[in-house]
């Protein structure tokens, strides 16, 4: 299937073009969750990649109804080594089985062969005993530009083979992103170049929908560019990052979507998972109702995205 | 300690600036080795993480005398899912026993918290019941820049926090480099701006040896960049893929030093860990004798290099 069609398809049928961010932190992690696994598994890197997975468990339980995606970003996962590793492919498999399309936040980029071990093992297949077998094998992962096609084209041709999707960074979400991807080549910016790149890289990979799976990773943070990148794109899928704890709004996501309604994915990470948390929300939930405030949190999204593309006059639900 | 220092002592030591990446590849490891971790954990990913683990063992074992330091290539490893991460941690340790640098070549780039998430599992430290305890703990690691500033600065804190180093991609060594890298941007391209950037960044970091930290990646196959790139950063170390399988002679890498032969350390990983299976090398060397095939691989690169930047009138030993 094309990842395009797939993605698109799960947001028709959950009629809500946003997804949760799985970015756990030790120290964010509801004390109960942790003193479980540290019963069970020590006080080790074992014990704290453990209490990650229960609470993405729980997590995706609670919103499974909601969004049609998660996307969990490695550096949590890798920072506590192969334990942390582990948590996020048992993450994987469990949001897979709970019906949820998962986009890898994970940035690679590097050339020729190494690119190619990174597209094998994230998203197509790797070389093994029995000839060659599944890696990780997320829907979908984020790839970095800055080495050119060399480090893109692998990717590329593992999304043709096994109907995965890649969402190239274009404009980021971060304040500083300017520095290189704001410079001017001309009369236009680097973002825009690397823009034209991504249109022409995912020329012929359109869906059922004329959507491609080669999309972009455009901030929200940004709206007036993501205005003149939704024209260069006209076909990719936004993966918008920014919202919420980073500053983007509804509103501000809005050029990232083309008239149809589709055409872009809205995150929020630590706003959902850790709602809890929030002033907002820590009074209606106890810290063991972690699940529910995430929940409420990413409820009270999707309704802010479909009240936002309702006054832009974008076809919502 | 300075990274700058422990790295450049660690090349005055060996008389040798370059350095043996290891980048196993399952179809390349010898069936021997590959036999013997099949037996002991069955034809899986633990199994073939275990080939890779003793392999990097024989080829660390038999180069620990010539180079001063090894660059595991993250995606290698990674490609086998939390197996693979675990025998890149067992590589890092044995190589550090073994009293060897270790350069880990991952590329990462991402912004605000995520840097920091990446920089404290791979460089500094990562919250636990302890408190914090190390991650990876590798010397140095390689940094993608795209994402400016932003995600640069958390690693740079652990540079100056932990004596570590970063290599930041400046000028990757692959064919469509120039694709983003050489777009002009007034009368200087995006490389050069970018080698602004990290010497910026640099600035104040500098060892006893007056070279810093926060180097630079600048591929052995664009000597003319580099001559220019050497101007930019001058007391940036830069790190040169490029050698050998990838078409970089030693002449080419000769830019990439300073008059005082220092400034750069010259990477080579396929031709070294699988010289057993050159042309070159296959009728000296039995496959059961890879290791000894890397060790005289590793020597010729030593001394090509040598004889290279005795032609150019740079210091050499």
Redo the contacts between chains.
């Keep these: 299937m094309n990842f395009a069609d797939l993605l698109l398809g799960k947001i028709e049928e959950k009629q809500n073009p946003s997804c949760v961010g799985l970015?756990p932190?030790?120290?964010k992690i509801p004390q109960q969750i942790k003193e479980e696994a540290?019963g069970k598994f020590g006080?080790?890197?074992e014990?704290?990649a453990q209490s990650f997975l229960e609470f993405n468990k729980r997590i995706i339980d609670s919103v499974a109804d909601v969004v049609p995606a998660v996307k969990p970003?490695m550096?949590?996962y890798?920072?506590?080594?192969?334990?942390?590793?582990?948590a996020f492919?048992e993450t994987v498999k469990y949001a897979h089985k709970k019906g949820l399309v998962v986009i890898e936040?994970a940035?690679?980029?590097?050339?020729?062969?190494?690119?190619e071990?990174?597209s094998?093992?994230?998203l197509g297949r790797?070389?093994?005993?029995?000839g060659e077998?599944a890696?990780?094998d997320v829907d979908c992962i984020t790839v970095?530009?800055?080495?050119?096609?060399?480090?893109v084209k692998p990717f590329i041709e593992d999304v043709k083979k096994y109907g995965k999707g890649i969402f190239i960074?274009v404009k980021?979400?971060?304040?500083?992103?300017?520095?290189?991807?704001d410079?001017?080549?001309?009369n236009k910016k680097?973002c825009d170049?690397?823009a034209e790149?991504v249109n022409k890289w995912g020329e012929g990979t359109e869906g059922t929908r004329n959507y491609r799976p080669i999309g972009a990773v455009v901030g929200a943070t940004y709206p007036q560019e993501a205005v003149k990148l939704r024209r260069i794109m006209e076909k990719s899928i936004f993966l918008v990052p920014g919202y919420g704890a980073?500053g983007g709004t509804a509103d501000d996501a809005m050029p990232c979507f083309n008239k149809d309604g589709y055409g872009a994915i809205v995150n929020s990470s630590r706003g959902i998972i850790f709602a809890y948390q929030d002033e907002k929300w820590k009074n209606k939930f106890m810290p063991e109702q972690f699940d529910d405030a995430a929940k409420a949190a990413a409820l009270e999204m999707k309704e802010a995205i479909s009240n936002s593309l309702k006054k832009a006059n974008i076809f919502h639900w």
């Design positions: 970015d932190i030790f120290e540290k006080p080790t890197f014990g704290i970003q550096a949590f890798e920072k506590y080594g192969s334990f942390g590793v582990r492919e936040d940035k690679r980029g590097d050339i020729g062969s190494t690119a071990a990174y094998s093992g994230h790797v070389a093994s005993w029995k077998e890696g990780y970095n530009p800055y080495l050119g096609i060399d480090g960074l980021t979400s971060n304040p500083s992103s300017g520095e290189l991807q410079l001017d080549y001309g680097i170049v690397v790149l980073q």
